[in-house]
T-cell receptor, first 114, second 113 residues
Framework: KAGVTQTPRYLIKTRGQQVTLSCSPI?????VSWYQQTPGQGLQFLFEYFSETQRNKGNFPGRFSGRQFSNSRSEMNVSTLELGDSALYLCASSLAGTPQETQYFGPGTRLLVL | DQQVKQNSPSLSVQEGRISILNCDYTNSMFDYFLWYKKYPAEGPTFLIS?????DKNEDGRFTVFLNKSAKHLSLHIVPSQPGDSAVYFCAASATAGSYQLTFGKGTKLSVIP
């Protein structure tokens, strides 16, 4: 079974631009979560989608948004990029997103904002 | 306010010895805990988990201990192997309420041959 895939793997943008990252979950998984990892901050929860609906959102500004499609693939968008948005963005999928399910992570998209 | 804390950024252990990674949490609503391992350029991979109704869970060389009264959990790796060298993240979730994982900042384990 194929794992979680994320595209692109690496991205360089400049301040003020916007970016869209894509995540394809494991086949059959309907929950997709997004996390931001920065040095010294660990993984911080961005949002979680299930059946095209955002169920949970972390403490991030409105510049960070996402969506999920009917095939469970998900995208996240960051508008008006800031230097501090440079990070590894990870998505994870699970069957139904219940608390005691294992989340399976993709390799991440490394975003550098110049 | 950090709800899951891993106070040791790094740990070095000799091959064959025990590695003990620690994690503390502050949110009393957390009732499910997980450990993930992360190699460079890869996403985190699930290692082992424990529910708050247990105080120990074992899977091969990996054992997680939970002390609810102290709000503390630890991961024991015995014996440690060079391939265990990675960053280990402790994570927690609350069954009641919105589903999300809250992660610690990670501990980098180096197993020296």
């Amino acid at each position: 079974k194929a794992g979680v895939t994320q595209t692109p793997r690496y991205l360089i943008k400049t301040r003020g631009q916007q970016v869209t990252l894509s995540c394809s979950p494991i086949s059959g998984h309907r929950s997709v979560s997004w996390y931001q990892q920065t040095p010294g901050q660990g993984l911080q929860f961005l949002f979680e989608y299930f059946s095209e609906t955002q169920r949970n959102k972390g403490n991030f500004p409105g510049r960070f948004s996402g969506r999920q499609f009917s095939n469970s693939r998900s995208e996240m968008n960051v508008s008006t990029l800031e230097l501090g948005d440079s990070a590894l963005y990870l998505c994870a999928s699970s069957l139904a997103g219940t608390p005691q399910e294992t989340q399976y992570f993709g390799p991440g998209t490394r975003l550098l904002v110049l | 306010d950090q709800q899951v804390k891993q106070n040791s950024p790094s740990l070095s252990v000799q091959e064959g010895r025990i590695s003990i990674l620690n994690c503390d949490y502050t949110n009393s609503m957390f009732d499910y805990f997980l450990w993930y391992k992360k190699y460079p350029a890869e996403g985190p991979t699930f290692l082992i988990s424990i529910s708050s109704i247990k105080d120990k869970n074992e899977d091969g060389r990996f054992t997680v201990f939970l002390n609810k009264s102290a709000k503390h959990l630890s991961l024991h790796i015995v014996p440690s192997q060079p391939g265990d060298s990675a960053v280990y993240f402790c994570a927690a979730s609350a069954t009641a309420g919105s589903y999300q994982l809250t992660f610690g900042k990670g501990t980098k384990l180096s197993v020296i041959p």
